[in-house]
T-cell receptor, first 116, second 109 residues
């Protein structure tokens, strides 16, 4: 149980275009989803926290107009990287938490984004 | 501020035992996680400690001392597949996960 999927697993896009990454909880309802970014040989960096039906809470330094997050249902959250630039190339990982009383985050497999 | 410290890198021999330490200073404490992350992959759950003491799970054990702000992950009978990064993360008073930078464990034959 507690499986989280991400799609796509990898994507290459041209500078200036937008990319959408989907995160789905397959066998549970995720009241909260998290989006992380990880650059090579660095730790996870939390970008934003989203609760179903409400606006995402972004971490300091993360541009909310550039990284659009939509958590429209209890099983789906999307991250859209708008006007992507080469410096946005990174490993994006989502995770989901089942409820307020459950602290464990279940991670998706990650999406490797390369902007050329 | 909130801070979690782990060694950057450790090296151990196949079949041996290794202990990865984690010290933390956070605003509140609601538990500590250990995750394993292989290169290019997402983290996978290893353990969760919220009370003091040792939790054993097969070859892996995790220890917590809340009074000392300290935890360690103990890996026994090391295998080559254990080569990975090990991430320590603390749940703070807002139920947010505060991540350490991770410890890269290199296993040599």
């Amino acid at each position: 149980g507690a499986v989280v999927s991400q799609h796509p697993s990898w994507v290459i896009c041209k500078s200036g275009t937008s990319v959408k990454i989907e995160c789905r909880s397959l066998d549970f309802q995720a009241t909260t989803m998290f989006w992380y970014r990880q650059f090579p040989k660095q730790s996870l960096m939390l970008m934003a926290t989203s609760n179903e039906g409400s606006k995402a809470t972004y971490e300091q330094g993360v541009e909310k107009d550039k990284f659009l997050i939509n958590h429209a249902s209890l099983t789906l959250s999307t991250l859209t990287v708008t006007s992507a630039h080469p410096e946005d190339s990174s490993f994006y990982i989502c995770s989901a938490r089942e409820g307020q009383g459950y602290y464990e985050q279940y991670f998706g497999p990650g999406t490797r984004l390369t902007v050329t | 501020g909130q801070n979690i410290d782990q060694p950057t890198e450790m090296t151990a021999t196949e079949g041996a035992i290794v202990q990865i330490n984690c010290t933390y200073q956070t605003s509140g404490f609601n538990g500590l996680f250990w995750y394993q992350q292989h290169a290019g992959e997402a983290p996978t759950f290893l353990s969760y400690n919220v009370l003091d003491g040792l939790e054993e799970k097969g070859r892996f054990s995790s220890f917590l001392s809340r009074s000392k702000g300290y935890s360690y992950l103990l890996l026994k009978e090391l295998q080559m597949k254990d080569s990975a990064s090990y991430l320590c993360a603390v749940v703070d008073s807002n139920y947010q996960l505060i991540w350490g930078a991770g410890t890269k464990l290199i296993i040599k034959p």
